[in-house]
């Protein structure tokens, strides 16, 4: 089992920046790769930003530019450095790892 403790959402102006933590603890070796995945209110769960085991990174469209996914191996950690954020990007966001494991989900609203 793979645990996630997620932090750093909250409210934000358009152009603004947060930035995103979580932490894993458990069966981490048994993972390749962790990720962000978003859910707004009325639409489906999708993918923001993937980092494997690798360092090679995959981010969606929408974020690409704006958004950097980094990895800390010491502390088990992986970040989302959200840059230049747009009401579009309001959702609840949910740090992953493949093997359906997911965190509980951070708010992050944009609004003026």
């Known amino acids: 089992q793979v645990q996630f403790v997620e932090s750093g959402g909250g409210l934000v102006q358009p152009g603004g920046s947060l930035k995103l933590s979580c932490a894993a603890s458990?069966?981490?070796?048994?993972?390749?790769?962790m990720g962000w995945y978003r859910q707004a209110l009325g639409k489906e769960r999708e993918m923001v930003a993937l980092?494997?085991?690798?360092?090679?990174?995959n981010y969606a469209a929408s974020v690409k530019g704006r958004f950097t996914i980094s990895k800390d191996n010491v502390e088990n950690t992986v970040y989302l450095q959200m840059d230049n954020l747009q009401p579009d990007d309001t959702a609840v966001y949910y740090c992953?790892?493949?093997?359906?494991?997911w965190g509980q989900g951070t708010q992050v609203t944009v609004s003026k």
């Open positions: 980092i494997f085991s690798g360092g090679s990174t």
């Open positions: 458990g069966s981490i070796s048994s993972i390749d790769g």
């Open positions: 992953y790892a493949p093997g359906s494991y």
